[in-house]
């Protein structure tokens, strides 16, 4: 009688450790879960430039084969600043 | 009254893309900016821009202390800005970068035996004589003192004040320069 009182002790114990542990894992792994979704939306979010592919042609006046670029003359102010953020 | 073309030599290049560099040598900064403007035709060969990353690799690595670390230690987002920087002096207006036409090892070879230049020297030369082939008459921008002398027997050298009117009043190395004007 006494022997089959502390078995139902210790299990009930086992039980609810069992139960704890396994609603704690759950909880932690539901909060990974959330963390792993906010994650990849602020990767999702974080836009680097898109560099474009070195693609040349030929210049018709010198027949030389030139990286092709579009010009622009705002290019090196925005250079300035890139570097002044980089290197200052 | 025709624009003259000028080889840009990766010392000018960085000289108008690095901040401190752009007072240190501010003759470099307004040569560019006369290359913008039009008064100028400027070219550079693709390896160029390579060399110039290479550079801003390493300043920045200087600029955050990490330049004796072994292990890459620079971000994916640095390196982009990096290389934004090089797209963005590619849309220069005036401004061209060439593939050059292959060169044998010989010849760089020749070239450093007969004009004692480095290597790299030797074929940023091999190169200007490639655009001098096309285009008749090409000079060579740089403040490397031996390029500009030894480079001479193959081609026209100058340093970028040569090509300004006078010495910009913010440069901070005028008084040291044997250039100035």
């Known amino acids: ?88 | 009254m025709s624009v003259s073309n000028l080889f840009l030599d990766t010392n000018i290049i960085l000289d108008y893309i690095i901040p401190l560099r752009r007072d240190e040598y501010a003759c470099s900064y307004e040569l560019i900016e006369k290359v913008k403007k039009g008064d100028f035709k400027a070219w550079t060969v693709d390896y160029a821009l390579s060399e110039t990353l290479g550079m801003l690799k390493e300043k920045r690595e200087e600029r955050i202390g990490v330049k004796d670390i072994l292990r890459e230690t620079l971000s994916t987002h640095e390196i982009s800005q990096m290389v934004r920087i090089i797209e963005e002096f590619r849309k220069t207006p005036n401004f061209e970068v060439f593939a050059p036409e292959p060169v044998s090892q010989e010849e760089i070879f020749k070239k450093v035996q007969n004009i004692c230049v480095q290597a790299t020297d030797a074929l940023v030369l091999l190169s200007v004589l490639n655009l001098k082939e096309k285009l008749g008459n090409v000079i060579l921008v740089t403040r490397d003192d031996k390029l500009l002398v030894r480079g001479k027997r193959l081609i026209s050298t100058a340093h970028p004040i040569e090509l300004i009117e006078s010495c910009p009043t913010n440069c901070t190395s005028k008084s040291m320069c044997k250039y100035h004007k």
């Open chain 1, 1 to 88: 009688m006494f022997k089959i009182e502390i078995s139902q002790v210790i299990n009930s114990i086992l039980t609810g450790f069992i139960e704890k542990t396994g609603k704690a894992t759950k909880f932690l792994e539901n909060q990974y879960a959330e963390l792993g979704k906010q994650a990849k939306e602020v990767a999702r979010t974080l836009t680097y430039p898109k560099v474009s592919k070195w693609e040349y042609e030929i210049d018709t006046t010198t027949g030389l084969k030139v990286l092709k670029s579009e010009k622009d003359s705002e290019a090196l102010d925005r250079l300035r600043q890139i570097a002044d953020e980089l290197l200052k």
